[in-house]
Structures are given as C-alpha cells and as structure tokens.
C-alpha cells in the first residue's frame, strides 16, 4: 500500500464514521475542503463512489460500506497495537547494570531497591561488586556508586549519601594485649587486614589519612589479605587485626562494643557516595526510578 493511499482511506474512515465532513475535518486537523478533495481523489483512483454527499448527510455507498466494514477493524487493530507499544516503551522495564563497593551496595542501592523491584517486577539489575573506579563505558555497565572525589568531569554524578568518613578498627580481644595506634605511623607495628584491589592491577590497598591539612598514606601489613569488604568487617571481629573500612559500615559494631575504633582524628570527613554515568547514556523509565530513588536528598555542606 503506497503512502497517500493509507492516508487517504484513514480519511475516509473518519468521514464515513462521523457522517459528516465538518465533524470529520475537524477531527483531522485540516480543512472541509481539503478533506473533500482527498475523497474525490480516492474514488478517482478506484473508479468507484464511495459517499452520497447531500446538503443535509454523508452516507456511504454500497461500496464505500463494504470498504468501510472491511478496513475499519484492520486500522483500529493497528492503533491498538501501536498504543500497546507505546505503553511498553514507558512502563519501566529492562535490566540495568551497577558497580559498587560492597558497602554501597548493601547499603545505599539494595535500600533504595527495595522500594521499586517489588512494584515493577519487569525491571532486572545485575551488581557488581569493584573497589576501583571502573570505565563503566568499556564495561557496557549502566552506572557505577563511588566518592564523588573519584568520579571523573565527563560524568553525570548524582550525590547519593551524605559525607563520608573511614574508621580503623580492631575487636576489643585483638587490643587486650596490644597499644592503640595514635599515629598512622604506629600502624607499622600492628598486624592489618589487607584489600587486594584487582582493578588496580592486583595492588594492596593504602590507607589514607589526614590531619591538619597533612595527608599520610600507609602501606600496612598484616597476615591477612582480603577481596571483600564484608571478610575484612569479619577478620577484625573475630581479633585478627584492625580494618580499614567505611564509618557505617563499622559503627554499629562500634556502638555495641564489638569493635574499638582508634585514629579517628586521622579520618575526616570525605566526599559522599555519587552515582555516575556517562551524559550521552538515553535515560530510561526504569533508570529515571531507580536514580530519583537514590538521590540523596539532605542539607549537604
């Protein structure tokens, strides 16, 4: 079927519908006359009347009738599909990828999920587990969780916890015989859980420190390496050395005496926790929910 012909028959379904082509053309949006001539064009190319046309009704022929009652039901079933369509285009659905730090993740994504994934069961997302800054582009992940510090200018950054700071920790049996560090420095002397970060070609992770305006980082060592955030909280809980690790991830370890934090006038307060994804990313409805559902929406600064 060749354009003007579609075009011209949806015109002849409006008119031979409302019987009338004032109502008719007005539905259409174009002109009486406009709209009688695309008739007279119609029947000209089938060499058959199609509408009784009087001063005072339209009414259709014999065979504008049948032609009526034979494409009528085809074209309605077409808008009902094209609306069908659309809707699926707007419903929220669809997988979406994230990288996180375990903690942001159990944290920060998994809470805000919860309030969506049971509301829109056709919405999928994978997690994945990274301590570096991944190139979500390269990874064909749709975004990733990080300090703000670390996500880079050609992002969209999205702050989605308040500021954070790090904590060092050790049970209260690993320091029944064992001097607190008041230093970075003295860290030297204790035995520290280790994070292997594979995204930075396998390197052991350093802890960062500041005081007074004096950055200190500290290559510890210890007995122990780990890859997850979670053995590192369950190595110092069970007294094999001290972690480093997110404040809220320990505290409240902190507060029933599980664990004892030292060096806290070595960690302030850092950057929050951001979602990132690159600004030419089409935005979809179910990533449009789950971002709205992780902004953070407190007084920051």
């Known amino acids: 079927m060749k354009r003007e012909d579609a075009s011209d028959l949806l015109a002849f379904l409006a008119v031979a519908r409302e019987r009338s082509f004032t ?8 002109t009486q006359s406009a709209l009688s001539q695309i008739i007279r064009s119609l029947e000209d190319r089938l060499g ?3 509408l009784n046309r009087t001063t005072r009704s339209v009414t259709p022929t014999q065979a504008g009738e049948r032609l009526f009652l034979s494409i009528g039901p085809k074209f309605n079933e ?7 369509l659309s809707e699926l285009r707007e419903r929220p659905a669809g997988t979406i990828r ?10 920060i994504l998994l809470p805000a999920l919860r309030k969506i994934l049971p509301k829109y069961p056709e919405i999928h997302v994978e997690v994945i587990i990274d301590y570096g800054l991944t190139n ?4 064909q992940v749709d975004a990733g969780i990080r300090p703000g510090e670390l996500v880079a200018k050609d992002m969209i950054a999205v702050r989605v916890s308040p500021d954070l700071r790090m904590a060092v920790v050790g049970s209260p049996s690993y320091f029944a015989d064992r001097k607190r560090p008041r230093t970075p420095q003295d860290l030297t002397g204790h035995n520290c859980l280790n994070l292997r970060l594979p995204t930075h070609g396998g390197s052991l992770y350093a ?6 305006g004096r950055e200190v980082n500290v290559r510890v060592e210890g007995q122990l390496v780990f890859n997850s955030a979670g053995l590192l909280l369950e190595g ?5 050395g001290l972690a480093y690790l997110t404040e809220g991830h320990v505290q409240p370890y902190v507060s029933r005496g599980q ?3 030292v060096l806290s006038d070595w960690c302030p307060p850092f950057s929050g926790y951001h979602l990132y994804y690159p600004s030419r990313r089409q935005v979809s409805p179910a990533f449009s929910l789950i971002v709205d559902a992780l902004r953070f929406r407190g007084q920051v600064g």
């Open 23 to 30: 109502r008719a053309a007005a539905k259409l949006g174009m």
């Open 207 to 212: 802890w960062e420190f500041e005081k007074n």
């Open 48 to 50: 058959l009347r199609l």
């Open 98 to 107: 994230f990288t996180a730090t375990e903690y942001a993740a159990t944290e």
């Open 136 to 139: 979500i582009v390269a990874q």
């Open 236 to 240: 110092a809980l069970r007294g094999f």
């Open 78 to 84: 077409m808008d009902a599909e094209l609306a069908a």
């Open 259 to 261: 664990l004892v934090r």
